[in-house]
Every structure is written in C-alpha cells, then in structure tokens.
C-alpha cells in the first residue's frame, strides 16, 4: 500500500534540540557560578592557613611561600605528616578525595549518573589544603573542579533533573571553581568542553558559560583582577613558525614522559606491602626531601612560573628546580594524595621553555617558557583548545596567540600518536572503565524519519477479522514482526503483533473485526512523527522492545504515512561509513 501525503516542512526541523528547561538550568548556574567562586576563595584561604600552620607555626591566613621557612632538616617531616592527615582522611572520610580530582569527575559524569556526595564536597578541598599546606607541589585546579563540581552537582540532586541535567550543573560547578582560581573564564569553558561535558548541546553549554561568566565577574571581589602572570611579548616573525612546531614536538615527547613516570609510579605504589592508607605519607617524605635540597619546589608555586615566564631564573637554576619539582609531583602524585595537576605542568613545561630559549629563531626570549608550558598542558590532557586559550587567559598575550596554537597542536598531534590515553584517562581506564574522547555528530542526529522511513506499507484494514488476520498476515508467508492496522480513513488504530493476536483469539471469537480489539485498546502511544530524528525514534524502540513504529501525519488525526523500523535506523550508519571508509580520487589527471 502506497500512502501519499503531506508531510510537515523544514521549518518543523531545529539545528538544536531545545526545551523550557534549558530556562531552569540557566537559572541554576547563575548561584552556582557565584558559589563556585566562594568555593575557591575558601580553598585558596585553607591552603595559605595550612602554609602558615605547618611551616611558621602561625594562624593565619597571609600569602607566604613555604621557601621562606626556617625549619632547615626538620622541613624533610613536614609534608610527611600531611601525607598521614590526607591518607586517615580517605580511609575513613572518603576515597574520593584521593587524586588531582579532574578523573574523578570525568568518572562521575560518565559512570556515576553525576552524582557526588557532600563528603567530598567537604572533604576534597579540606584534604587538598592539607596537601599543598603541607609542601606539595600540586595545584589548587584539580581539587577545585572536584569542589565546583560536588556544588553543582548538590543543587541538582535536591530538585527533579535527568543525569544529562545535573552533568551540565556538574561541568557549570567544576568550572566556575576553575574559572575563580585563575581568571580564565574562556578556557574554562573550553576545559568543559573537551574534558567534561562529552556533548556539543545548548543544555549544557549555556549553563556552563553563566556559571563562568558569574564566575569571572565575581571573581575580583573576593581574589583581586587581572592575570595572574602578565605578559607582553613582540610579534614573533616568520622563523617562528618552524620554532613553534619544534616546541610542540619538544613539549609533546616530555609530557608522553611524565604520563609514562607518574603511571609507573602508581604502579610501584601498588606493589608496595602497605595499605594505602600510608601512601600519601610515602609521597610526602619525597617531597620533604626534594623541599629540603630546593625549597622553592615546594607547594603550587605561582611564583616560579611568574619567574620562569619573565626569564628571572638563570638556566641552571631553573633546570634544577624543576627536576626536583618534577621528581616530588611524580611521586607524590602516584602516592594518591590530593592535588591538582595543572600548575606543576605549566611550571615544567616554562621550564622547557626557558632551556630553549637560547636556541630558538623567530621569537623573543620570553616567549618560548609560554609557549612550552601551554604546549605540555595540551599534550598531558589531551585538550589543545583549552591549554592555548589558558595561557592567554593567565598572561592576556595576544601577541603569543599564533605561537601558542600551533604548538599546542604539534604536542597534541605527538602525543595521542605515542600514547593510548591521556593522564587522565589512563587513571579511569586502570579501575576497568574506558572512556573514548572523540565524538561528533551523531548521523542518527542529523537523519530524520522522513528520510528512512518506508512509505509503501502493508496495512490491516481494520474490518478484517482475527482469523483472517492470523491466516493472511501471520501465516507462512509472513513479511513483518508487526503490522499496522487502519481504518477506511488511513487513521491508524495501533500495531498488531503475533503475541497481541494470539491473546485476542483467546479472549475472543476468530470472526470478531479487529476494530472491537482495538475499541476496547488504548490509543497506542508509540509511534513516530516524519521530522523527528532517528536517534529519537531509535530510543523509543529501544525503551519499548518493538522492531516497528508507525509514522503518523500528526497525534491528532493519527493518519499513517509510514513505518520505520530498525532496520530502517541502519541507514544513517551506513551513510556514515561511506563518509569515513570509502576513499576516492574525485578529480583525475
């Protein structure tokens, strides 16, 4: 049966699948941001009270770097008693505190329905204090997007949302807080984007701009404006462009390195015949010690990276700092304390920076420690969008813009070459969980029913009666699992299965017409519209275990115009392949 009709135009087809409650979620991130900004005073605030606590034996919350201490040889116990406090407090706190706190809401999100707990928003920045209080060499970052994150996520679960909904408020948290620490409200976007978010939609994306914008705007009246390490660097010229690619390179092999070591590490760790519990401890005494022989390692060190930028540091100097600093975030990091990863990235790779300095055409001395620090972010995350546009962010460098592009990208291009997984998927891989970080446009997104659907339809009329209906559609010759049934209008009355036809031979006479059946049936509420897109109508398959639905004109009059089925949704696959395997010469000599 062939069924003309008139279908609905392209203006019933959207570019992006929007309802009223993308109004709610955008209402939520605007006390979210601000929250996520207060979240980061407080952290920033427990880690300068920690610092005094354990290095001067003072209460107070005034910036002092622990280089300044006076403990000498004793500094060594230091970061081994906040290794004890952090390791009783997962023991017996939560688990989830251990960790730079960026896999862990990566694993919430994608395996945990974006669930996090008030322990954990209580207990990571608390612990992470303790940490880098204490002398580690990590970042406020990590912890805070874990912060923001629990924040965001808290709200949601006291009102009615879906796990796609309270992800958005998640992502909205961990990147207000991000957004908070260092002033870079674009990259934290971007952050959410290539690491969180794991979608391209308005329900999501607009949630997180708000959080960050309120965020950034925020942000000054509780930890001051501006960047947090400015910079100016010339034009670079045309040489610049081989330097840059060579930095990337460069940048790309040290951060497939560090990877490599910090999981090696770990490994060890595991090996080691004591309860978990005391790593942390085990961590701290290689941070005692590496603090002990290079005090300026130790804590986040802001202060390095501003002095590594600015080329204050003569090259010896720099080079042993940072093998010290990197030895402690190596170990300490594996040991599973609490921390953050981003500033002791961005420190070594200055560091890079500024041992290449001397040698590079095209660029002026300054610019290379900035280029090399974004360029080891992209290749240690795996996100080259948000390592460039964060070192804009941290130095408002225009000029360093083109340099940083590109050598973000020849480090990221180096480093999913060399390695299967970023730092940190490679954590969330090694607990069973893979996580596969390419996506796009989903062809069933893109496809719409109209476009798959079969219009020539074998119908029940429905006068027929049971048993004609059992010999003629369900007999031997039976084409389909499911078959609609209509009225002499074409308005479709539901679907008839073999299952539903033997249970009305049962109840009823053979001759009954099949329109008694569906008299007594509720109108059937599976069916599918023409502009809808296949990725839809598959859910709805898959959620209800039919083979079949039919596709009406409208919900009203109900009229069929056609049935698609699931394999009818392989189409779109299908086109999809011939986009990505079929290679051809389309032009010929």
């Given at each position: 049966?062939?069924l003309?009709t008139?279908?609905?135009h392209?203006s019933?087809?959207r570019?992006?699948?929007?309802?009223?409650r993308?109004?709610?979620?955008?209402?939520?991130?605007?006390?979210?941001?601000?929250?996520?900004?207060?979240?980061a005073?407080l952290l920033?605030?427990?880690?300068?009270?920690?610092?005094?606590?354990f290095f001067?034996?003072?209460?107070?919350?005034?910036?002092?770097?622990?280089a300044?201490?006076?403990?000498?040889?004793?500094?060594?116990?230091?970061?081994v008693?906040?290794?004890?406090?952090?390791?009783?407090m997962?023991?017996?706190?939560?688990e989830?505190?251990?960790?730079?706190?960026i896999?862990?809401a990566?694993?919430?999100?994608?395996?945990?329905?974006?669930?996090?707990s008030p322990?954990v928003?209580?207990l990571?920045?608390?612990?992470?204090?303790?940490?880098?209080?204490?002398?580690?060499p990590?970042?406020?970052?990590?912890?805070?997007i874990?912060?923001g994150?629990?924040?965001?996520?808290?709200l949601?679960?006291?009102?009615?949302?879906?796990?796609?909904?309270?992800?958005?408020l998640?992502?909205?948290?961990?990147?207000?807080?991000?957004?908070?620490v260092?002033g870079t409200?674009?990259?934290?976007?971007?952050?959410?984007v290539?690491?969180?978010?794991?979608?391209?939609r308005?329900?999501?994306l607009?949630?997180?701009?708000?959080?960050?914008s309120?965020?950034?705007?925020t942000?000054?009246?509780?930890?001051?404006a501006?960047?947090?390490f400015?910079?100016q660097t010339?034009?670079p010229?045309?040489?610049?462009?081989?330097?840059?690619?060579v930095?990337?390179?460069?940048?790309?092999?040290?951060?497939?390195?560090?990877?490599?070591a910090?999981?090696?590490?770990?490994?060890?760790?595991?090996?080691?015949?004591?309860?978990?519990?005391?790593?942390?401890?085990?961590?701290g005494?290689?941070?005692?010690i590496?603090?002990?022989?290079?005090?300026?390692?130790?804590?986040v060190?802001?202060?390095?990276?501003g002095?590594?930028?600015?080329h204050?540091?003569?090259?010896?100097?720099a080079?042993?700092?940072l093998?010290?600093?990197a030895?402690?975030?190596?170990?300490?990091?594996?040991?599973?304390?609490s921390g953050?990863?981003?500033?002791?990235?961005?420190?070594?790779?200055?560091?890079l920076?500024?041992?290449l300095?001397?040698?590079?055409?095209g660029g002026?001395?300054?610019?290379?420690?900035?280029?090399?620090?974004?360029?080891?972010?992209a290749?240690?995350?795996?996100?080259?969008?948000?390592?460039?546009?964060?070192a804009?962010g941290?130095?408002?460098?225009?000029?360093?813009?083109?340099?940083l592009?590109?050598?973000?990208?020849?480090?990221h291009g180096?480093?999913?070459m060399?390695?299967?997984?970023?730092?940190?998927?490679?954590?969330?891989?090694?607990?069973g969980?893979?996580?596969?970080?390419?996506?796009?446009v989903?062809?069933?997104?893109?496809?719409?029913?109209?476009?798959?659907?079969?219009?020539?339809?074998q119908?029940?009329?429905a006068?027929s009666?049971?048993?004609?209906?059992?010999?003629?559609?369900?007999?031997?010759?039976?084409?389909?699992?499911?078959?609609?049934?209509?009225?002499?209008?074409?308005?479709?009355l539901?679907?008839?299965?073999?299952?539903?036809?033997?249970d009305?031979?049962?109840?009823?006479?053979?001759?009954?017409?099949?329109?008694?059946?569906?008299?007594?049936?509720?109108?059937?509420?599976?069916?599918?519209?023409?502009?809808?897109?296949?990725r839809?109508?598959?859910q709805r398959?898959?959620?209800?275990?039919?083979?079949?639905?039919?596709?009406?004109?409208?919900?009203?009059s109900?009229?069929?115009i056609?049935?698609v089925?699931?394999?009818?949704?392989?189409?779109?696959?299908?086109?999809?392949?011939?986009?990505?395997?079929r290679?051809?010469?389309?032009?010929?000599?």
């Amino acid at each position: 049966m062939q069924l003309h009709t008139s279908e609905p135009h392209a203006s019933h087809k959207r570019d992006f699948s929007v309802d009223r409650r993308l109004l709610l979620l955008s209402a939520l991130a605007v006390p979210i941001g601000a929250l996520g900004t207060l979240a980061a005073w407080l952290l920033l605030t427990l880690i300068r009270l920690f610092t005094n606590l354990f290095f001067f034996q003072s209460l107070s919350v005034a910036d002092r770097s622990p280089a300044d201490h006076t403990l000498g040889a004793w500094v060594i116990a230091v970061p081994v008693l906040g290794g004890i406090v952090v390791g009783l407090m997962a023991r017996y706190g939560s688990e989830k505190i251990r960790g730079h706190g960026i896999p862990e809401a990566i694993e919430a999100i994608l395996f945990g329905k974006s669930r996090l707990s008030p322990k954990v928003a209580l207990l990571k920045p608390l612990s992470s204090g303790i940490a880098i209080g204490s002398g580690g060499p990590f970042g406020a970052e990590g912890p805070i997007i874990m912060t923001g994150g629990a924040i965001g996520s808290l709200l949601a679960q006291f009102i009615h949302l879906s796990a796609g909904e309270r992800k958005a408020l998640l992502v909205a948290g961990a990147t207000a807080g991000m957004t908070a620490v260092f002033g870079t409200p674009v990259a934290a976007v971007l952050l959410g984007v290539e690491l969180l978010l794991f979608e391209w939609r308005p329900r999501s994306l607009l949630p997180v701009m708000l959080a960050c914008s309120v965020a950034g705007f925020t942000r000054p009246l509780l930890l001051g404006a501006g960047p947090l390490f400015p910079l100016q660097t010339p034009t670079p010229d045309g040489l610049a462009l081989i330097s840059c690619v060579v930095a990337g390179l460069l940048s790309g092999l040290l951060s497939a390195a560090l990877s490599r070591a910090l999981y090696a590490v770990e490994d060890a760790f595991h090996r080691l015949p004591v309860h978990w519990m005391w790593w942390p401890a085990l961590g701290g005494l290689a941070i005692g010690i590496g603090g002990w022989l290079q005090p300026r390692a130790l804590g986040v060190g802001y202060d390095v990276i501003g002095d590594l930028l600015h080329h204050r540091l003569l090259l010896g100097a720099a080079l042993a700092l940072l093998a010290a600093k990197a030895v402690m975030w190596v170990i300490a990091l594996g040991s599973g304390t609490s921390g953050g990863v981003l500033a002791p990235l961005l420190m070594m790779g200055a560091g890079l920076g500024t041992a290449l300095g001397g040698v590079m055409p095209g660029g002026d001395l300054l610019l290379w420690p900035l280029v090399c620090m974004a360029a080891v972010l992209a290749g240690v995350l795996g996100a080259p969008l948000t390592a460039a546009t964060f070192a804009f962010g941290l130095t408002h460098d225009a000029n360093a813009l083109l340099p940083l592009l590109l050598a973000c990208a020849a480090s990221h291009g180096l480093s999913v070459m060399l390695m299967k997984r970023s730092i940190l998927t490679e954590k969330i891989a090694r607990r069973g969980r893979h996580i596969y970080r390419e996506y796009g446009v989903d062809p069933h997104e893109r496809t719409h029913v109209d476009e798959v659907m079969t219009r020539e339809v074998q119908t029940i009329p429905a006068s027929s009666t049971l048993a004609d209906a059992q010999h003629r559609w369900f007999g031997p010759a039976q084409r389909h699992r499911a078959f609609p049934v209509v009225d002499d209008a074409g308005t479709l009355l539901g679907m008839l299965d073999r299952r539903t036809l033997q249970d009305a031979l049962q109840a009823r006479t053979a001759c009954a017409p099949l329109a008694q059946l569906y008299a007594a049936m509720p109108a059937a509420a599976a069916v599918a519209r023409s502009h809808e897109t296949c990725r839809a109508v598959a859910q709805r398959l898959a959620s209800t275990g039919l083979e079949r639905l039919p596709v009406v004109a409208d919900l009203v009059s109900r009229r069929l115009i056609g049935v698609v089925s699931r394999s009818g949704l392989v189409k779109p696959a299908h086109a999809q392949f011939e986009e990505e395997g079929r290679r051809e010469a389309l032009i010929r000599f």
